[in-house]
């Protein structure tokens, strides 16, 4: 039996997409005994900008009882995925601006050696999945952190399509059952590949 993991969730969510994956890859992570940390980072848009869009007011209704992420919960986690919409291509300025905030703890060598992952959605098919993926993993390589990607490493990825990360056109509606099933598949590997390494190195 593998010593239990720490993994958090962190994510932004605007309209609720967001949301569904990540609780789908907690549910995937805790299904292997993991600790897990669900955490949304602090919403910065103005409230004018928010009151344009219904669903955006819904979903901050909706998800008040999430507690918003610290870096402590970074230090906390032997692991970390992270999770945002596409903007133009890249990360949200929300989970931006979050990231930034962990300097501290890079200064402090706190961020190497962890695993991390990543997830996100678009409204449009192409519409910018794998560069955004891509664009937190900067952030990753500058940290000393280890990627672990779902790759094409089960079935259901074969059908998601993206070995990259979990990913969904929000232009489609909510996530059906393969992102959801390949949210939970990420979630799962990553905290068995968390938990091998970390019996590895008590060895």
Known sequence: MLEPVNVAIIYYSASGTLHTLAKAVAEGAEK?????????????????????????VQHIQDSSDVEVA?????????????????????????????IDGAGPL???????NKIYSAFT????????????????????????????????????????????GTSHVAGDGPPGDVQLEAARYQGRRVAETTAALKAGRTV
């Open 32 to 56: 292997t005994g993991a600790n897990v940390r669900l955490r949304k980072v602090t919403e910065l848009a103005p409230q004018e900008t928010i009151n344009t869009n219904p669903a955006w």
């Open 70 to 98: 610290t870096n402590d919960d970074v230090a906390w986690a032997d692991a970390v995925l992270f999770g945002t919409p596409t903007r133009f291509g890249n990360l949200s300025y929300q989970l931006k601006a979050f």
């Open 106 to 112: 890079w200064m402090q060598g706190k961020l190497a």
């Open 121 to 164: 959605a678009s409204r449009t098919a192409h519409g910018g999945q794998e560069s955004t993926i891509l664009a937190l993993s900067n952030a990753f390589y500058h940290w000393g952190g280890i990627i672990v990607p779902p790759g094409y490493t089960d079935p259901i990825q074969f059908q998601s399509g993206n070995p990259y």
